[in-house]
């Protein structure tokens, strides 16, 4: 906590485009900005509780590294999707174009998720410790959606490996995880980068960071099938873009070239996150002393100081 100053990071979802999250925390660790509220919805909030277990970015990046290129990780049907769309690299078209060949189909009406719960517990217990998320290095604020009542659901107690499978359950994908008798999937259906439950978990300020692209698929849209998963998108994006307006910085690292489902090369978006938080450290230092000065003189005289000076 810098001078009383709460400092808030929302990581977002974007599936093995998040790996970029931890260029964004290295940046930050080496300028001496410390996170104390770390939230975090899908991939944003398998990132944040490695990092949250450890708080040290190299131990994050070695762990993801040797996941990543493990054979348990090579047992999961991730390759699989990315084949599935070669020429454009959006989740989107992976998922029209499977439906378009009937597999989508078929493994919905036979399994309750196209990647297995086994395999989808055994993927998360070789990146996270057997712990409580109450008992994590920073407060880690996981973020999902109760597949029954609609809610967006901030889970902050309970055991991190089941936590964190249920903010990445992505629908379809991956089987909602069911916590005290609720089932949860993935947080990013309400909740796209995780901002205001930053700032609900007691942040003076919050640095979102954005990993998404839903609407970089331009693929003909012929069939009705088309137009609707393009509307999904649209509205998607529309959510993240009114998301993202309470976020006082906001970090998009470029991750337009690379494939939601390809993690076996996902370690190289590490310096896109670190380019993009390097050009926002400016912004980052602003919104920083703006907190700062509301903390000292109280929130509406700091306020108004902060629009004078900073």
């Known amino acids: 906590m810098l001078e009383n100053v709460k400092i808030g990071l929302a990581l977002g979802g974007g599936a093995a485009r998040g790996v970029a999250h931890l260029g964004v925390l290295q940046v930050l660790e080496e300028e001496g900005i410390q996170v104390d509220v770390l939230a975090g919805t899908s991939i944003g909030a398998l990132v944040a509780g490695v990092f949250a277990t450890s708080r040290n970015t190299r131990e994050a990046e070695e762990r993801f590294s040797a996941f990543v290129h493990s054979p348990e990780f090579r047992r999961t049907e991730f390759d699989f999707l990315k084949q599935s769309k070669v020429d454009r690299p959006g989740m989107l078209y992976s998922v029209s174009q499977l439906i378009k060949r009937g597999i989508f189909y078929s493994v919905q009406m036979t399994r309750p998720s196209f990647i297995s719960m086994e395999n989808f517990a055994h993927n998360i217990e070789g990146l996270l410790p057997d712990m409580r998320v109450e008992r994590t290095l920073i407060s880690l604020v996981p973020v999902a959606v109760d597949l029954d009542s609609g809610e967006e659901v901030a889970l902050t107690t309970g055991p991190l490996r089941r936590v964190i499978m249920a903010s990445c359950a992505i629908p379809g994908i991956l089987p ?26 007691g942040a003076d300020l919050v640095i ?73 450290l400016p912004h980052i230092r602003r919104a920083v002393e703006r907190a700062r000065l509301a903390a000292i003189f109280g929130t509406t005289r700091g306020r108004r100081l902060a629009k004078r000076f900073v």
């Not at 470029?254 to 993690?263: K, P, S, T, Y």
């Open 176 to 201: 909602p995880v069911e916590i005290g008798g609720r089932r949860y999937i993935d947080g990013g259906w309400v909740s796209k980068i995780p901002i205001l439950a930053a700032f609900r978990s």
């Open 208 to 280: 979102g960071v954005d990993v998404s692209d839903d609407l970089q698929d331009t693929a003909e849209m012929k069939r009705g099938l088309d137009v609707m998963l393009r509307a999904n998108a649209i509205k998607s994006e529309a959510l993240k873009r009114f998301q993202l307006r309470f976020a006082d910085v906001v970090v998009t690292p470029d991750v337009r070239e690379h494939h939601w489902a390809d993690f076996a090369t996902s370690m190289r978006l590490i310096e896109r996150g670190k380019e993009a938080t390097r050009e926002k």
